[in-house]
C-alpha cells in the first residue's frame, strides 16, 4: 500500500512556526533559509516519521520508560536500558520514509554539484536531531556521513587536502561507532591518546597525515572487534543513522531531561532529524566552528557573546574538549564575517523576539548557519534582556513579562558569596551560572544522585562534561570543571535548569581513578566540602558564608510591569517580622497567612509555652499566656509597621 503522509520536507518549504512537525532545529533552518541566510542545504524528517518508527512496540517502550521515570537504582537503570534499546534495535523505519530521502538526496546532489557515495566528487552529510523543544545535547549528532575507504580518497582530491580528508574520516567513524553502533566513546579516546602520545603531539590539531591515517585504522580496528565491521555502503549508513537519531529519543540522558524538564508527550512526542549538506571548519586555521549569542546571556549585555575554535568541528565546541577562543578573535580573524554574522543574529533576535543561540561554521572564510534557537541564559540575563528589548520596542511590556518565568525569578533570590568573610579562591573559571553554593565533592553523576538521595549537597567535579552525565547536573547543587567555554555542554545545561556552576577552571587537575583532583599543591578527595560562585567563577575550599540578595534594577522593573496586567493580589506566608520586612521588600501588598506558633519557637518562648501546656491550675495557665502574650506582642508590632 503506498504511503501517502509526507514526511520529508526540504528547509526552504518547512513551516518555520511549525516546530511541532519540524522540530526546532527544522524549524529553525526553514526560518534562515527563507530568510536568504546562508544555510546549507538540507531537509527535516517529521516527529511524525519518529512517531510512527516506535508506534510498532510503543506499548513495551512506555512502560519501560514509565519504570526509568522513577529513577531507579544505577544497576537497574542501565538493565532497563538495555531492553528498551534491544527492542528498538527491533524497529524498522516507516514504510516509503527512505524513498522519499533518496529523492530528497538527489536534490541535494544537484544544488551542490556532488554525489553522495561519489569516489571522486563525494557528498558528505550531518544526521542531527532536533525536538520540538529545546534539548541541548540530549540527544545524537552525526557528522561527515558517506564517508569509506574510497570516499575519502575522493574528499582528498576534491579539496587538495589530505589531512582534512583523514580529520573527518577519523570523526565520522567515532561517531558512528559511539551512537550507530552503540561502542563505549572510551575506546575511541583511549585511541587517540595512544596516536597523541606516540606522534607527541598535545591535542587532535597537531596530528599529521600519517598519525591521523593511523588512527582511522584503530578506529576501524575498534568497529570490527565491538561492532562485527563498519558499513562501507553510504545509504547503508545513513538509513542506520536517521534509525540511530530516532532512538536517541529514548536514550536515558533524554528522558531524564524531559521528567525534570516535565516535557509531556503533548508538547513534544518525538525527535525529528535534519540530513544536511556538510560544510568543514575543520580544514585549516581559515576555517572553524562557534556558538553565539545575540546578547550576553551571562548578565545579559546587549553584545554578541560566544565561542569561536579555529580549525575545528561540530561538537568540538560545545564538548569541551578544546576551550576555545572568545567571539571577539572572529572579529579581529573575519572582521567582514562577524559584522556579517552581527548583522544576521540580529535579524534572527528580532523575527524571533528572544535572544538566539546560533551555531555557525566558517570554511575557508565563509560563513555558514547551521542552527538558531531561542537561547538559555542566566536569571538575571533573562530579566534584564526581557526589560531591555522592551524598551527597545521588540517586545511589548506583557510580552516581556510572560517571556520570564516564576522560577527565574526565585534563582534571581539565590545567596551571593560574603566577600568580607571568603577566603582565597583556591581556583578560578569562568562564571557560567550564578549562584553561590557549597557541597561535598563527588566525581561521578551516578555518586551525586545517591549521595543527594541521602540528603547530602553534592558539587560534581568533572574534566569536561557530557549529555550522559545529565541526571547527575540535576542531583549536585554546583557543577564545576576543568575544561570548556561558556558555550560549553556543562555551562549551558547548568544555564538551562538553574544550578550554578563554574567552568573551564584549567588549573584543576582531575583524577577520576583516585577520586581527586589537585589544584596549585592543594588536594581535594571525594567527600571535601568546597564553594563555588557561579557569579565570579571563584572556587573555595569549605563552605563559605553566604549573603541574601536584594530586588532592584530590571527585576524591579518587571514587577511593576507584572503589577499592571496581574489580576490577582499577592500575599505572604509570614510568621515573623523579618518575614514580613523581606515580604513588603519583594512587593508584597500584606500578609495571606500568619501561624503564631513560630512566635514560640525561642528558647526563652518555650519555656513559657511548655507552662501554658503544663499548667494545674487555670490561673496558673493564664498567667502564663499572659507572659508569653507580652513576649510575642513586640513581633506583632514589628509585623504591622
Known amino acids: 500500500m503506498m504511503n501517502l503522509r509526507k514526511y520529508v520536507f526540504d528547509f526552504e518549504e518547512g513551516d518555520p512556526n511549525n516546530k511541532k512537525l519540524l522540530g526546532g532545529k527544522g524549524a529553525g533552518l526553514s526560518l534562515m533559509a527563507r530568510a536568504g541566510l546562508p544555510v546549507p542545504p538540507g531537509f527535516t524528517i517529521t516527529t511524525d516519521a519518529c512517531r510512527e518508527f516506535f508506534s510498532p512496540r510503543k506499548k513495551e517502550v512506555d512502560e519501560l520508560v514509565k519504570q526509568l521515570e522513577k529513577n531507579p537504582p544505577p544497576a537497574v537503570r542501565d538493565e532497563l536500558i538495555r531492553k528498551l534499546w534491544s527492542i528498538i534495535d527491533t524497529l524498522s523505519l516507516p514504510a516509503g520514509l527512505m524513498d522519499e530521502v533518496r529523492d530528497r538526496m538527489k536534490a541535494l546532489e544537484e544544488k551542490r554539484g556532488r554525489k553522495f557515495g561519489d569516489r571522486k566528487n563525494p557528498l558528505l552529510v550531518s544526521v542531527r536531531s532536533g525536538a520540538p523543544v529545546s534539548m541541548p545535547g540530549m540527544m545524537d549528532t552525526i557528522l561527515n556521513l558517506g564517508l569509506n575507504d574510497e570516499t575519502v580518497v575522493g574528499l582528498a582530491y576534491q579539496t587538495s587536502d589530505e589531512r582534512f580528508a583523514f580529520d573527518s574520516y577519523r570523526r565520522f567513524l567515532s561517531l558512528y561507532g559511539k551512537i550507530v553502533l552503540g561502542i563505549d566513546d572510551k575506546k575511541f579516546d583511549e585511541a587517540m591518546e595512544k596516536i597523541k602520545e606516540k606522534y607527541g603531539a598535545k591535542s587532535d590539531v597537531e596530528l599529521g597525515v600519517e598519525a591521523l591515517k593511523e588512527l582511522v585504522e584503530s578506529y576501524k580496528t575498534i568497529i570490527n572487534k565491538e561492532a562485527g565491521g563498519f558499513p562501507q555502503d553510504p545509504w547503508m549508513q545513513l538509513e542506520s543513522a536517521i534509525k540511530a537519531v530516532f532512538r536517541s529519543w529514548m536514550n536515558p540522558r533524554a528522558i531524564y531531561y524531559r521528567i525534570a524538564n516535565k516535557i509531556t508527550p503533548e508538547v513534544a512526542g518525538c525527535t525529528a532529524v535534519t540530513v544536511q549538506s556538510m560544510v568543514f571548519g575543520n580544514m585549516g586555521m581559515d576555517s572553524g566552528t562557534g556558538v553565539v549569542f545575540s546578547r550576553n546571556v551571562a548578565n545579559?549585555?546587549?553584545?554578541?557573546?560566544?565561542e569561536f575554535l579555529p580549525n575545528a568541528q561540530g561538537e568540538d565546541v560545545v564538548a569541551g574538549i578544546r576551550t576555545p577562543l572568545h567571539i571577539s578573535d572572529l572579529k579581529e580573524r573575519f572582521p567582514r564575517l562577524y559584522e556579517d554574522l552581527y548583522k544576521n543574529l540580529k535579524m534572527l533576535e528580532r523575527i524571533n523576539k528572544d535572544v538566539q543561540d546560533v551555531e555557525f561554521t566558517v570554511e575557508r572564510g565563509k560563513l555558514f548557519f547551521l542552527q538558531t534557537r531561542d537561547a538559555k541564559m542566566t536569571p538575571i540575563a533573562r530579566v534584564k534582556t526581557a526589560v531591555d528589548m522592551a524598551r527597545e520596542g521588540i517586545l511589548t511590556e506583557e510580552e516581556a513579562v510572560l517571556k520570564v518565568k516564576p522560577e527565574v525569578v526565585l534563582q534571581l533570590l539565590y545567596p551571593r558569596i560574603d566577600e568580607a568573610k571568603a577566603p582565597k579562591p583556591i581556583a578560578k573559571g569562568l562564571a557560567a551560572s550564578p549562584g553561590a553554593v557549597n557541597g561535598e565533592v563527588v566525581f561521578h553523576p551516578d555518586d551525586a544522585v545517591e549521595k543527594a538521595k541521602q540528603g547530602k549537597s553534592v558539587i560534581l567535579v568533572r574534566t569536561e562534561t557530557k549529555p550522559d552525565d545529565v541526571h547527575g547536573f540535576y542531583a549536585a547543587v554546583g557543577i564545576l570543571t576543568s575544561r570548556g567555554g561558556m558555550t560549553s555542554h556543562a555551562a549551558v545545561v547548568a544555564r538551562g535548569i538553574g544550578k550554578p556552576a563554574v567552568v573551564g577552571a584549567e588549573s584543576i587537575k582531575v583524577d577520576y581513578d583516585r577520586k581527586l583532583f589537585e589544584v596549585n599543591g592543594i588536594v581535594v578527595k571525594e567527600g571535601d566540602v568546597i564553594t563555588i560562585d557561579g557569579n565570579s567563577g571563584n572556587v573555595y575550599l569549605g563552605?563559605?558564608?553566604?549573603?541574601?540578595?536584594?530586588?532592584?534594577?530590571?527585576?524591579?522593573?518587571?514587577?511593576?510591569?507584572?503589577?499592571k496586567f496581574r489580576r490577582l493580589g499577592v500575599r505572604a506566608n509570614a510568621d515573623l517580622p523579618q518575614d514580613a520586612k523581606i515580604a513588603r521588600e519583594y512587593g508584597a501588598e500584606g500578609i495571606g497567612l500568619l501561624r503564631i506558633e513560630r512566635m514560640f519557637r525561642k528558647p526563652e518562648r518555650l519555656e513559657v509555652?511548655?507552662?501554658?501546656?503544663?499548667?494545674?491550675?487555670?490561673?496558673?495557665?493564664?498567667?502564663?499566656?499572659?507572659?508569653?502574650?507580652?513576649?510575642?506582642?513586640?513581633?506583632?508590632?514589628?509585623?504591622f509597621e
Open 543 to 563: 563552605a563559605v558564608p553566604t549573603l541574601r540578595p536584594t530586588v532592584g534594577g530590571e527585576l524591579s522593573t518587571l514587577l511593576e510591569w507584572a503589577d
Open 300 to 306: 545579559g549585555e546587549n553584545e554578541i557573546y560566544g
Open 609 to 639: 509555652l511548655r507552662k501554658v501546656i503544663l499548667a494545674e491550675s487555670s490561673d496558673e495557665r493564664r498567667k502564663a499566656m499572659e507572659e508569653l502574650a507580652n513576649m510575642i506582642k513586640g513581633d506583632f508590632k514589628e509585623i
